[in-house]
């Protein structure tokens, strides 16, 4: 997969870039990234790359000779360009594997006001990472850019990606490693079983349970079996009555 981002400030990717599974990615030739310096770009002797907007107001917006320039070349390279917005679509899961499915993605971090408006007719998306307003858009293209590249066949195991929190629609399942006990916290005994089945069926209870308690939004749209639905009534019913006992408890 080929990402390139464009952005005013190329060096807040340069350790990103380097380190983790995303520079293992890039180092094995799994995920190509490219850092584009707009103000390249600019104009002038001093490269100017934006202006005051028209109609007055506070703060500066970028002018669309640069981004054009930027971004048309990518555009014939067959790059999905995505500006990083707040009026963009959220950022889900279901998205990040959609783009991860791509073969090449270009983003583009905006600064200040925004972006002129006509430089918006070279953009196919546009991505929000939440409901809050950033300086600019590198750290949202890096969230962006994290969330994908890890989905890239090969970059991490498939069966890591498999119980991730949103993966199934529901949060992850507590998880525990040694010691067995600290500071009087005990693994639970199911995962020292070796059952494998009673293992799996403390996840999914575990999972339901904490997306219960956490995110119920989550569970309106999530794919239930009716053993599922079954085991949220027996939740519900505990945290109605945390007295009341089940005899299948494991």
Do not use: K
Not at 184 to 211: F, I
């Amino acid at each position: 997969m080929r990402i390139d981002v464009v952005t005013l400030f190329p060096e807040l990717f340069d350790a990103p870039l380097r380190t983790g599974v995303i520079g293992r990615a890039v180092q094995s030739g799994l995920v190509r990234l490219d850092v584009h310096d707009l103000r390249e770009h600019g104009l002038g002797r001093h490269r100017s790359v934006d202006d005051y907007p028209y109609g007055g107001g506070a703060g500066m917006v970028l002018r669309p000779e640069p981004l054009f320039a930027a971004l048309e070349p990518l555009r014939r390279a067959g790059a999905i360009v995505i500006l990083l917005d707040a009026a963009g679509e959220r950022l889900t899961d279901a998205l990040a594997r959609e783009l991860a499915g791509l073969e090449h993605v270009a983003l583009v971090s905006g600064r200040y006001e925004g972006i002129d408006e006509r430089a918006r007719t070279l953009v196919d998306r546009e991505v929000s990472i939440g409901d809050y307003v950033l300086t600019g858009g590198e750290l949202p293209a890096l969230v962006v850019l994290d969330a994908v590249a890890r989905l890239v066949p090969g970059v991490i195991e498939a069966a890591s990606q498999q119980d991730d929190s949103f993966a199934n629609g529901l949060l992850e399942y507590p998880q525990y490693t040694r010691p067995e006990e600290f500071r009087g916290l005990r693994v639970p005994e199911v995962l020292l079983s070796g059952h494998h089945g009673e293992v799996d069926r403390w996840r999914r209870r575990e999972a339901l349970r904490r997306t219960l308690e956490r995110r119920p939004d989550l569970l309106v749209d999530a794919p239930l079996a009716e053993s599922d639905r079954t085991e949220l009534d027996h939740l519900r019913q505990q945290a109605s009555d945390p007295t009341g006992t089940r005899t299948d408890e494991t």
